[in-house]
């Protein structure tokens, strides 16, 4: 059986615990946008509110399309959540994102997030989480829902760096122009590969799905 696509099932027959319900069949809408980008960088993703902000942060990567090569962090209310301390380079003190599900930051009807990916090129982006609600058992979450324009380029500069290089590129008296074109050979700003995300989303998904049944074997053991 597969307990992310039947969770009430298994619930009704005793092999989950009433307390997992949320776990299981929770969700939340999940709007990320690049800040300061124009026109607007988004995406929009369901997400099951059991998973922890580590987690959250690995689907905003995947959703976006960066490739997690950098720090990052988030602040939830004036409360910073990222990497143990260990792990980073003396950034400030923070709550670690491994062991908080995003289900135990939600306030009522809208919460804010600021997530920002790599301190040196500095993306800002606003998070948005809203109409939490038990999800379709027909469905494998986290799963996309919309969402336009490909994200920028890793190590371009930041905002900033992004818009001035792709101003270079269609400037052929530019003095970077001939290097930024070769650099950018295939990059379409407006282009969003949505079966890659989808790809990079199942994996989460499935790594959900061998949670659920560790759980079902641990209640039947």
Request: proline share 6%; hydrophobic share 40%; with cysteine.
């Amino acid at each position: 059986m597969d307990l992310a696509r039947e969770p009430r099932i298994a619930i009704l027959c005793g092999m989950i615990p009433t307390t997992g319900l949320d776990s299981f069949t929770q969700i939340a809408t999940v709007r990320v946008e690049l800040k300061d980008s124009d026109p607007p960088i988004w995406r929009v993703v369901e997400v099951p509110t059991s998973v922890t902000l580590k987690v959250l942060h690995e689907i905003i990567q995947a959703t976006m399309g960066w490739f997690d090569y950098h720090l990052w962090e988030m602040v939830i209310g004036g409360q910073t959540y990222g990497l143990p301390m260990e792990e980073d380079w003396g950034t400030a003190p923070r709550k670690v994102a491994s062991r908080t599900r995003l289900r135990d930051v939600l306030q009522p009807d809208t919460t804010k997030i600021d997530y920002v990916y790599d301190f040196g090129d500095r993306w800002e982006h606003a998070v948005i989480v809203s109409n939490v609600r038990a999800g379709d058992v027909g469905n494998s979450y986290p799963r996309f829902v919309a969402g336009e324009r490909d994200c920028p380029p890793e190590d371009c500069g930041g905002i900033s760096g992004f818009y001035e290089m792709l101003q270079a590129r269609v400037d052929p008296h530019h003095p970077e122009h001939v290097r930024i074109r070769e650099w950018l050979d295939g990059y379409d700003p407006e282009e969003l590969d949505v079966f890659l995300i989808e790809v990079a989303l199942k994996r989460i998904a499935s790594r959900r799905n061998a949670a659920a049944k560790r759980i079902l074997k641990s209640a039947n053991d």
